[in-house]
């Protein structure tokens, strides 16, 4: 389909660690006269080149780096407004010099951010909340201490402020519970409404807060997204392989600075939240073990060399759970809200697996794609790229708020099942049968009839 030159174009390169997504963007940049932004938390931070993974100035290859390497260890680590106000301004000055910016890093909520500027809550396959975490989660339980409470405490307070969405959740289903109170505590509007406003405004082709007199419907027409992708096995591999690099390259001295650092600004009075910033990242916080008994002269060498094994081996672990997470973001947070806006078809995916083949399934489609975007001229779908392509395009859904199952709860067996599929999985069950035999043999039970078992709704009554 044909479309017109985009003025103020936009190029954003996502994945999990380890696929090459900073390659691909440098690629980009060097073909099109394009500038960078990061948008990886962790690399905004002053030095610390190898745990945080910073790119090389050769790997650079001369092409402008934003927002890359300038917060202090001892400085108050960005949350996710002032992220998006500084990468947009960033964004504007380049666009200033003739130039386009790419936005590249694995925060994808940062990303997601400067996309959809207006959204507090995204849904997912899940039928599960995020709020934008423009607090830490400790800042989030410091202002509001009821989200700590036990999870029957913090459900019997959705029910008080928001019944609708209490009703939806399983009663023990704490994270989506908190998600929800977290909503109203921290916007002051009910969750359920949220939502029923983003479902209207979906089914009128207008974002929230919009009117239909207002302002038209807004797409993402001037924005190009690649999501470099690896197979599960083949990212393992080289993340493993990346860490044991990190040790070669000095990561161990780079933690005992940190180490140092720390121990200076405790000694001096300061305190530092270790649960935020640069001192949640990996490739610190696996190290504290090690680092205490380094200080303490007692230890054996046999006992430090256990505990710097356990360490790097943390370490590996932590960096494939990450990937791992970044990966379900985009398929549970990014590419539902792409297919609310209807955007999906500016989502190109790209297979990094092979590196040897890095030219024509990576950087040679990506250049192309990018040209006939710049250019104005039809783009090819996005699941005719490629076959494994078309397999994880393919596989987005967009969960509805009406479309979460109703809780029935059976008195007999004292459990609650979601969704009436789960119900007659749960009558049918082996133990269920056997506890209504069991009370219709019992004379002195309250109902001796199978089917007099409770199956309300819960959460619909006041």
């Known amino acids: 389909m044909a479309r017109s030159p985009p003025k103020n174009p936009l190029i954003v390169v996502i994945g999990a660690t380890g696929t090459g997504k900073s390659q691909l963007a440098v690629e980009l940049a060097t073909r099109f006269n394009g500038e960078i932004i990061n948008g990886?938390?962790?690399?905004?931070?002053?030095?610390?080149?190898?745990?945080?993974?910073?790119?090389?100035?050769?790997?650079?290859?001369?092409?402008?780096?934003?927002?890359?390497?300038?917060?202090?260890?001892?400085?108050?680590?960005?949350?996710?407004?002032?992220?998006?106000?500084?990468?947009?301004?960033?964004?504007?000055?380049?666009?200033?010099?003739?130039?386009?910016?790419?936005?590249?890093?694995?925060?994808?909520?940062?990303?997601?951010s400067l996309l959809f500027e207006d959204s507090l809550v995204q849904n997912n396959t899940e039928g599960e909340e995020e709020v934008h975490p423009r607090l830490s989660d400790q800042e989030i339980l410091t202002k509001f201490p009821i989200l700590d409470e036990p999870t029957k405490i913090i459900f019997e307070k959705l029910k008080e402020v928001d019944p609708i969405m209490a009703g939806r959740w399983h009663p023990n289903d704490r994270r989506k519970i908190r998600r929800s109170l977290e909503i109203f505590l921290q916007s002051g509007r009910k969750a359920s409404d949220v939502y029923a406003e983003q479902k209207e405004a979906k089914a009128m082709s207008v974002k929230p807060g919009y009117s239909m007199e207002s302002e038209p419907p807004q797409t993402l027409p001037e924005t190009l997204l690649f999501w470099v992708h690896a197979d599960s096995e083949i990212l393992k591999e080289r993340l493993d392989k990346r860490v044991d690099k990190m040790f070669e390259a000095g990561l161990l001295e780079e933690v005992k600075s940190m180490d140092d650092f720390l121990r200076k600004e405790e000694a001096s009075g300061m305190t530092l939240d270790r649960t935020r910033g640069i001192w949640a990242s990996i490739g610190w916080k696996e190290f504290e073990l090690y680092l205490a008994a380094l200080n303490i002269d007692s230890e054996s060498n046999s006992k430090l060399s256990d505990l710097l094994k356990l360490s790097t081996e943390q370490t590996k672990a932590a960096t494939r759970q990450y990937a791992k997470r970044q990966t379900r973001w985009i398929r549970l947070k990014l590419m539902p809200a792409l297919h609310d806006q209807n955007a999906l078809d500016q989502l190109y995916f790209l297979d990094g697996s092979d590196t040897n083949s890095w030219a024509d399934s990576v950087s040679s489609p990506a250049i192309g794609v990018t040209e006939s975007f710049l250019a104005g001229n039809g783009l090819r779908p996005p699941r005719e790229m490629s076959a494994s392509a078309n397999q994880y395009l393919s596989a987005v859904e967009s969960a509805e708020i009406d479309d979460l199952p109703i809780l029935q709860a059976c008195e007999i067996c004292n459990t609650t099942c979601a969704g009436e599929d789960q119900w007659q999985a749960h009558i049918r069950s082996r133990r269920h049968r056997a506890l209504v035999k069991k009370r219709h043999r019992n004379p002195n039970g309250t109902s001796s009839l199978p089917n007099n078992e409770s199956k309300q709704e819960l959460g619909q009554t006041p």
């Not at 917060?71 to 990468?87: C, N, Y």
């Open 40 to 112: 990886d938390a962790m690399q905004m931070y002053d030095g610390l080149p190898i745990i945080t993974n910073k790119i090389t100035a050769e790997e650079q290859q001369g092409i402008p780096h934003h927002l890359l390497g300038f917060i202090g260890l001892d400085q108050e680590p960005w949350v996710v407004g002032t992220f998006r106000k500084a990468a947009s301004k960033v964004i504007q000055e380049i666009r200033s010099r003739g130039r386009l910016p790419i936005v590249v890093g694995g925060t994808h909520y940062y990303t997601q």
